[in-house]
């Protein structure tokens, strides 16, 4: 039997959760009722403003304020103007992390993945623990490996190195 991952879950540090979220099914219930899932397969953790990389790095704007709520925080911005990207804030209130949801078994990236589950910018500051939009753990277990994140150029070349993005083996 799948549990929904509580609050608590999130109240951790960013690469705790990012690692921890590879192989969770991710779950989205449409207006509807229908309820889509997709498994979680590859995760990146942005760790704060001493990250390069993070959208915090440069501190609280109207964009980032959301980075500073609570772990459990749903973080969804559009990316180039045509992609929606899920993250979910951690840990603590006004330390800025977040994991981004890079990819699932059945969508392979970030903006696909959205596309499949219909997640838009209207869930954006929600709670990943509500009815719309929470994340399950099934006792599925796999191997998880670390490796470099991808598509941050802009960032520090010690960022770039970071082994901060994780996925299943």
Not at 32 to 56: F, M, N, P, Q, V
Not at 89 to 100: H, K, Y
Not at 114 to 142: F, H, M, P, Q
Request: with cysteine; net charge negative; glycine share 10%.
């Amino acid at each position: 039997m799948a549990t929904k991952l509580e609050r608590e879950f999130y109240d951790r540090p960013c690469l705790a959760v990012a690692e921890a979220l590879v192989g969770k099914v991710l779950v989205r219930r449409l207006p509807s009722g229908e309820l889509l899932k997709l498994r979680i397969s590859e995760t990146e953790a942005y760790c704060g403003e001493a990250d390069t990389a993070c959208h915090a790095h440069k501190g609280r704007t109207k964009r980032t304020e959301v980075m500073y709520q609570a772990g459990g925080t749903i973080y969804v911005y559009l990316c180039y103007g045509m992609h929606w990207l899920l993250n979910i804030v951690t840990g603590e209130t006004d330390q800025p992390e977040a994991v981004l949801i890079r990819a699932c078994v059945d969508a392979s990236g970030p903006g696909k993945l959205t596309k499949a589950l219909l997640v838009t910018g209207e869930l954006n500051r929600g709670c990943i623990c509500g009815e719309e939009l929470w994340i399950e753990d099934d006792g599925y277990s796999c191997s998880v490996v670390a490796d470099k994140r991808v598509g941050i150029g802009y960032a520090t070349q010690e960022d770039q190195d970071r082994l901060w993005r994780f996925k299943m083996q």
